[in-house]
T-cell receptor
Framework: EAGVVQSPRYKIIEKKQPVAFWCNPI?????LYWYRQNLGQGPELLIR????????DSQLPKDRFSAERLKGVDSTLKIQPAELGDSAVYLC??????????????FGPGTRLTVL | DQQVKQNSPSLSVQEGRISILNCDYT??????FLWYKKYPAEGPTFLIS?????DKNEDGRFTVFLNKSAKHLSLHIVPSQPGDSAVYFC????????????FGTGTRLTIIP
């Protein structure tokens, strides 16, 4: 069974440039999460989707970050414009609705963003 | 405000010995706790969990202990193997269906052959 797929794996951009990350969850998983992991820290939730609906985006910096999950499958996370402090690993995870919190979350390998 | 804390950034243990990783939390509403393991360039993978109605959960070489009064949990790995070398994250959640995880900062475990 294929896991959560993310691309690109690495991205280097200059500040003020836009950037986008893509995630393909595990087939059949209706819940999708985007996390940000800063260096030396644990992952922090940015946004959670149930199918197409963003049900928790309280931690998403909406002035520069946006996300979408068209058709309830793939998702993209965008930053525009990027700032130096956005350098981090962006993790996507998915789970099947109804699973115990955390137990059923499967993470992708992440996209390491470096903003120069 | 760090609600889940892992105060040891790193830990080295000899192969075959016991590894003990610790985690403290401050939010008394947390009622479900998890440990994740992370290898370099990979995403975290679920390892073991425990509900607040229990004080111990065991899965093979891995055991998690929960002390609710002290707001403390620990992960024991016995015996430690070289493949256990990774970063371990403690995470906590409130079982109201929102599946939100709050992670600690991680402990890098190195198993010395």
């Amino acid at each position: 069974e294929a896991g959560v797929v993310q691309s690109p794996r690495y991205k280097i951009i200059e500040k003020k440039q836009p950037v986008a990350f893509w995630c393909n969850p595990i087939s059949g998983h209706n819940t999708l999460y985007w996390y940000r992991q800063n260096l030396g820290q644990g992952p922090e939730l940015l946004i959670r989707y149930e199918n197409e609906e963003a049900v928790d985006d309280s931690q998403l910096p909406k002035d520069r970050f946006s996300a979408e999950r068209l058709k309830g499958v793939d998702s993209t996370l965008k930053i525009q414009p990027a700032e130096l402090g956005d350098s981090a690993v962006y993790l996507c995870a998915s789970s099947f609705d109804g699973g115990l919190a955390g137990v059923g979350q499967f993470f992708g390998p992440g996209t390491r963003l470096t903003v120069l | 405000d760090q609600q889940v804390k892992q105060n040891s950034p790193s830990l080295s243990v000899q192969e075959g010995r016991i590894s003990i990783l610790n985690c403290d939390y401050t939010n008394s509403m947390f009622d479900y706790f998890l440990w994740y393991k992370k290898y370099p360039a990979e995403g975290p993978t679920f390892l073991i969990s425990i509900s607040s109605i229990k004080d111990k959960n065991e899965d093979g070489r891995f055991t998690v202990f929960l002390n609710k009064s002290a707001k403390h949990l620990s992960l024991h790995i016995v015996p430690s193997q070289p493949g256990d070398s990774a970063v371990y994250f403690c995470a906590a959640s409130i079982q109201n269906g929102n599946e939100k995880l709050t992670f600690g900062t991680g402990t890098r475990l190195t198993i010395i052959p």
